[in-house]
């Protein structure tokens, strides 16, 4: 049962529980005891047989014998007086008492048993004349049951002991979990893509473990802050270095079309300048990609028709890879806008359908749909390749991983693509996932919010 409760309510429970335990404890064995020296002082026949006691260490044994025969005879018949091994009255004892009796001595001068509903008491005395005498006494067992006394004397000590208890084991468990509290509030942050948390400061006073814990959470914070930063550095780096190239190459375009007098409404010169741009685009993005990441509601949104893009990215991919089409299935029946920054998700949705053409395998089109959902549209895409391991499902979408670590460059890449899919998608507040077909192949679904 305790499975159901978290960290916090199973220690709760435990030191409560062992404190409540310990308490009781203790409170029913002083009832107890208590109990059995109270009933036993207010039973009749020991009440009498203490008189008797009495008499016969401070008179003449002839005169506590006259006194013991004019007692009431319902307490007379429940106590016996040995002396010389004779019961006074020439009575036979009961059982239990034959066995008290040969028990009582100097180094044993009192017995107690409970034994059928009865309590037997035996007791030796020394009378002052030298002689010895041993009294036994035997009473129905008159005690009330222990919960009657709990009930009646006991409730609120219990109650009391309960909600101490309570308060001290809430406050010991708050003690211990509030630092783990703090380091797993830290953990979702960092994995939210807050860098800079840190829990050393939070977790101040505290010694051992927690703190080599805090304090090796923080180190892993920091490194990781410094790998990525400088992850995010080199982009930016290779980017400025790539731009004078693409630069170049674009002058030497326009030179070459002025030089051989190529008009612009040729197929081919079209489709180097669009490269051209396209490769000046994701250069002017992989550079303003730390502002995206930051603020992406300032990361130049705008309304963005996804049919209209998606049919572009289908064209442009199956002129570049004509061997494997790609088929658009439109399924909405409207033109449907979204609010979004148009070329991050064009290079999200071309990292899907790129890595779907170079994993294909069939003689049938690469499907990609278009499907509206309430409030929500989806880009389903859907090759016949070799698919994935299920295992490796979210895999995929981690950066610089590839499913087969033994993959050149040429074959694969760097393993970037689905990642820089994953976080674009994600910053436009939808998901992406990716399920295997049957009876091969991999779909890749994207789903996107439309209000």
Known sequence: MLHHFGLTGRILFSFWMTLLLVVLAMVIIFISQKNNDDSLQRMPPIKTGETLTLKLLSEEYSHVREWFMQQAERDVRRIFVIKDSQEILQRRLPPPLQRINSHLSNDHP?????????????????????KRVNILFRSPDFRPPMHHIIAEQWLGFIVSAILISGLISYLLALYIIKPIMLLRQATQKLASGD?????????????GEVSLLAQDFDNMADKLERTISSHKHLIQDI??????????????????????????????????????????????TLLNLPAYELEPSLAFMDEVNVSELLNDICNDLNYTNPHKPIVLQDQTQAQHQLLANGQLLRSAIENVLKNAQYYHQGDQPIEVSLIYHHQSLE???????????????????????????????????YGLGLAISKRTIELHNGRIHATNRKPHGLCVSMTLPTS
């Open 110 to 130: 009192f017995i107690h048993r409970k034994r059928e509903g009865f309590v037997y008491v035996g007791r030796h005395l020394l009378l002052p004349d030298g």
């Open 195 to 207: 860098l800079s948390i840190r829990v050393q400061d939070d977790i101040k006073g505290r010694h």
């Open 239 to 284: 980017s400025h270095e790539l731009r004078s190239p693409v630069a170049r190459l674009q002058l030497a375009l326009e030179l070459s079309k002025k030089r051989l007098n190529i008009s612009d409404d040729q197929v081919d010169i079209q489709r180097i300048e669009k490269e051209c741009e396209q490769i000046n685009t994701i250069i002017n």
């Open 379 to 413: 880009i389903l895409c859907c090759d016949d390749g070799p698919g994935v391991d299920d295992a490796q499902l979210e895999e995929i979408f981690k950066p610089f991983y590839r499913i087969s670590q033994a993959r050149e460059r040429s074959s694969g890449g």
